[in-house]
C-alpha cells in the first residue's frame, strides 16, 4: 500500500494550497483517511479527518482555514489549505484514522513565509 502526498511548497502568509493523496494498492472507500502534519522538532499532529459517511474533524488551530475532503471515486484525499500562517509549516502526510505505522510516506513539505 502507497500513500502518495503531493501539493506542497513555498508560500506566503495568507497564501493557499491544495494537497492530494492518492492510494494505491488499496481502496479508500472503507476507510477514515486524515491529514498529518510534522513541524521540525516537534510530534506528528492530526491536522484533520474525514470518515466513510464523509463527517469531518479539524486540529482546532485549521478549523475555518483547511479543508478535507475525499473522491472515493479517484481513491483520493484533498486538504485544502487558506489563510496559511508561518506555523502551518511541515511536512504533510495522510494516512488512515487511527493511522497506520506501514502506510506513513514521505510527505509533502509545505513552507510558509512570514
Known amino acids: 500500500v502507497q500513500l502518495q502526498a503531493s501539493g506542497g511548497g513555498l508560500v506566503q502568509a495568507g497564501g493557499s494550497l491544495r494537497l492530494s493523496c492518492v492510494a494505491s494498492q488499496m481502496s479508500i472507500s472503507s476507510s477514515n483517511m486524515a491529514w498529518y502534519r510534522q513541524a521540525p522538532g516537534k510530534q506528528r499532529e492530526l491536522v484533520a479527518s474525514i470518515t466513510i459517511v464523509y463527517s469531518t474533524n479539524y486540529a482546532d488551530s485549521v478549523k475555518g482555514r483547511f479543508t478535507i475532503s475525499r473522491d472515493n471515486a479517484k481513491n483520493t484525499v484533498y486538504l485544502q489549505m487558506n489563510s496559511l500562517k508561518p506555523e502551518d509549516t ?25
Open 90 to 114: 511541515a511536512v504533510y502526510y495522510c494516512n488512515k484514522d487511527p493511522p497506520f505505522i506501514r502506510y506513513w510516506g514521505q510527505g509533502t513539505q509545505v513552507t510558509v513565509s512570514s
